[in-house]
């Protein structure tokens, strides 16, 4: 199986083991580094603990055994995608609307690599924002191309 498919299949097996938890999937994926991981991405309203990691785990590890869908030797790791998550999903960033965020780009944007702004709203091809220059919000909101940008976070105030 290709990765994508992997990740696919193994979505269609985690929603069924958190159907009557108050627990979400936020991410799977299935990535090669040294050796290949399967990472489960959790989270509920009041944060995730190693109790739920280690339900869902286990869950997921039974149907896994049984099933035996990926050939790789793979490990397979279950915890909370963190604070700094990067945006990905449509709920990621309607969950985010009104609320400062960071974005990556690719190549320099209008001469920067990186923009602090607040989230105005999303579509598949396009983000818009205002700008935060000097801590302060820009008037104008801007529009700017999915195309161009490697990662958005939420921004996190220290």
Same mark, same amino acid.
């Given at each position: 199986?290709?990765?994508?498919?992997?990740e696919?299949?193994?979505?269609?097996l985690?929603?069924?083991?958190?159907?009557?938890?108050?627990?979400?999937?936020?991410?799977?994926?299935?990535?090669?580094?040294?050796?290949?991981?399967?990472?489960?991405?959790?989270?509920?309203?009041?944060?995730?603990e190693?109790?739920?990691?280690?339900?869902?785990?286990?869950?997921?590890?039974?149907?896994?055994d049984?099933?035996?869908?990926?050939?790789?030797?793979y490990?397979?790791? $279950?915890?909370?995608?963190?604070?700094?998550?990067?945006? *990905?999903? #449509?709920?990621?960033?309607? =969950?985010?609307?009104? !609320?400062? @965020?960071?974005?990556?780009?690719?190549?320099?944007?209008?001469?920067?690599?990186?923009?602090?702004?607040?989230?105005?709203?999303h579509?598949e091809? $396009?983000?818009?924002?205002?700008?935060?220059?000097?801590? *302060?919000? #820009?008037?104008?909101?801007? =529009?700017?191309?999915? !195309?161009? @940008?490697?990662?958005?976070?939420?921004?996190?105030?220290?």
């Open positions: 199986m290709k990765r994508e498919e992997v696919k299949f193994i979505t269609e985690v929603t069924p083991i958190l159907q009557d938890t108050d627990i979400t999937l936020v991410d799977v994926e299935y990535v090669r580094e040294k050796d290949w991981y399967l990472r489960i991405f959790i989270d509920k309203p009041e944060g995730i190693i109790d739920d990691c280690q339900f869902v785990s286990e869950k997921l590890a039974e149907i896994l049984e099933k035996d869908p990926i050939k790789e030797k490990y397979l790791e $279950v915890s909370s995608p963190g604070i700094d998550r990067p945006l *990905k999903k #449509d709920n990621d960033f309607e =969950t985010n609307y009104g !609320k400062k @965020i960071d974005i990556q780009f690719f190549a320099p944007f209008e001469g920067n690599k990186e923009l602090t702004g607040v989230l105005l709203s579509t091809n $396009v983000i818009e924002v205002k700008r935060i220059v000097k801590g *302060k919000e #820009d008037k104008n909101p801007i =529009t700017i191309d999915r !195309k161009l @940008i490697a990662v958005i976070r939420p921004h996190i105030d220290f």
